[in-house]
Antibody, heavy 114, light 114 residues
């Protein structure tokens, strides 16, 4: 069974940093691209970042470019999202997802507030 | 950037009746490789999104056959042949053809039981 488990969310002040992680199991992690998506409270879905299976190709949404960094460790079946210079509008549930949303985690809530 | 427009945004349906959701893109979603990267997702209340349809018309494993996707170019439709109570939630279309800049979603359509 495919499982994606995100952790690392929480309350952080504006301008602060947070690192999200996603533990993957049940599939060959090193063969699949991965994505981070997010959903602000009561809002729709938004793509955040993409990383290829090898980690050599990376893309970011304009809204997070220069502030967020995606990475993966294929040896540990782990995906990460380093979030710096956080703003109030980054408040959302963050989901890791396999490929083009083939599988999703349960999400982790990030709240940016003073 | 590609804009995805869904209609209707609210869809009250009687149990056992069919339902249809439209998704239109501002540009053709036919990729240079010949595929059309249009996905449909279901998000039940309080749950993570779940992919129902990929490449416009391919049903994901485990998705009931009452769900079907159709369309081409810029016009796409998600059809539910007979709505059941468990189908309540928000449905999103997402394009992955024009990449980068990244995946873009429709606004979401909220399906409720009349």
């Amino acid at each position: 069974e495919v499982q994606l488990v995100e952790f690392g969310g929480g309350l952080v002040q504006p301008g602060g940093s947070l690192r999200l992680s996603c533990a993957a199991s049940g599939f060959t992690f090193s063969s699949d691209s991965m994505n981070w998506f997010r959903q602000a409270p009561g809002k729709g879905l938004e793509w955040v970042s993409y990383i290829s299976s090898s980690g050599t190709t990376i893309y970011y949404a304009d809204s997070v470019k220069g502030r967020f960094t995606i990475s993966r460790d294929n040896a540990k079946n782990s995906l990460s999202l380093q979030m710096n210079s956080l703003r109030a509008d980054d408040t959302a549930v963050y989901y890791c997802a396999r490929e083009t949303g083939r599988s999703w985690g349960q999400g982790t809530l990030v709240t940016v507030s003073s | 950037d590609v804009v995805m427009t869904q209609s209707p945004l609210s869809l009250p349906v009687t149990l056992g009746q069919p339902a249809s959701i439209s998704c239109r893109s501002s540009q053709s979603l036919v990729h240079g490789d010949g595929n059309t990267y249009l996905n449909w997702f279901q998000q039940r209340p309080g749950q993570s999104p779940r992919r129902l349809i990929y490449k416009a018309s391919h049903r994901d494993s485990g998705v009931p056959d009452r769900f079907s996707g159709s369309g081409s170019g810029t016009d796409f439709t998600l059809n539910i042949s007979r709505v059941e109570a468990e189908d309540v939630g928000v449905y999103y279309c997402m394009q992955g053809t024009h990449w980068p800049p990244g995946y873009t979603f429709g606004q979401g359509t909220k399906l409720e039981i009349k």
